[in-house]
């Protein structure tokens, strides 16, 4: 296997001596490269707190991250933005674009930041929206175009700089059914075609038969894992609803 990601005994530990809550206890798990994993779990799991630990957004109490070897907890703080800006690609629920910068500006602003050359920045963003099938709105406005494909162009800045992770949280949360399963087939693609690998939180059990494993989290700890082998989509998902009916909900109230 090769390893890109590895948790080490993660800990993460809220409020003062008086009233400490444990949000993460004591997990441990590796990713390969190129695969893609779901993370589940009821509200106050600990799975947001996981992700923002993983993306350096918050610190652990004790452990370590490793991201292709590299020990992320050890990172100095002045150092970490340069860090998520090389290493990590997002997408967020509300999509965070920029409503002052076309869609094709939105998707290349990571390699302007990097001061990647003009010429490259255009070929670059131009073949991502043609696989993403948004090079027809490349000049349009994030207030002008539909949710599906507010989402695709957040992909498409997830992946412009290749990142070695990408990290979503809640992707479809903000879309109708129909957006929701053009965005699914859309990272399933970028993890089939491109090789990314990613890591995706979500409380929808539809969501998360698009992956190929997923960890149940419970009171801070790994519950269990699923992992999708040679099962259909639709048998993965039917085993994704018993897991979450044992760990306390079903699709609808675990999130």
């Not at 990601?5 to 949000?23: C, F, P, S, V």
């Not at 949710?147 to 109708?176: H, M, S, V």
């Amino acid at each position: 296997m090769n390893e890109i990601l590895r948790l080490e005994h993660i800990q993460k530990y809220y409020g003062n001596e008086g009233n400490i809550t444990k949000a993460i206890d004591d997990i441990s798990f590796s990713v390969a490269k190129g695969e893609f994993i779901g993370i589940m779990g009821a509200s106050g799991s600990g799975k947001t707190t996981l992700l923002n630990c993983i993306s350096t957004i918050d610190t652990a109490s004790a452990g370590h991250i490793y991201l292709d070897g590299t020990d992320v907890t050890e990172i100095k703080e002045k150092e970490l933005a340069r860090f998520r800006r090389i290493n990590l690609g997002f997408v967020f629920q509300d999509f965070n674009l920029l409503d002052t910068l076309t869609i094709s500006e939105n998707i290349a602003l990571a390699l302007t930041i990097n001061k990647v050359p003009a010429a490259k920045i255009d070929t670059r963003v131009e073949s991502i929206a043609r696989t993403l099938s948004i090079a027809d709105i490349l000049d349009k406005y994030p207030y002008q175009v539909s949710g599906g494909q507010k989402q695709r162009c957040a992909c498409a800045r997830a992946i412009i700089n290749n990142p070695k992770l990408i990290l979503a949280d809640e992707p479809t949360g903000a879309l109708d059914s129909h957006s929701s399963q053009m965005l699914l087939s859309t990272i399933q693609s970028i993890n089939e075609q491109l090789g990314a690998t990613i890591l995706m939180v979500t409380h929808d059990a539809f969501t998360a038969s698009y992956a190929n494993r997923i960890l149940f989290l419970k009171d801070g700890r790994i519950f269990t894992e699923l992992l999708k082998g040679d099962n259909a989509r639709k048998a993965f998902f039917d085993k994704i609803l018993n897991v979450l009916t044992m760990i306390g909900g079903g699709q609808t109230d675990v999130c």
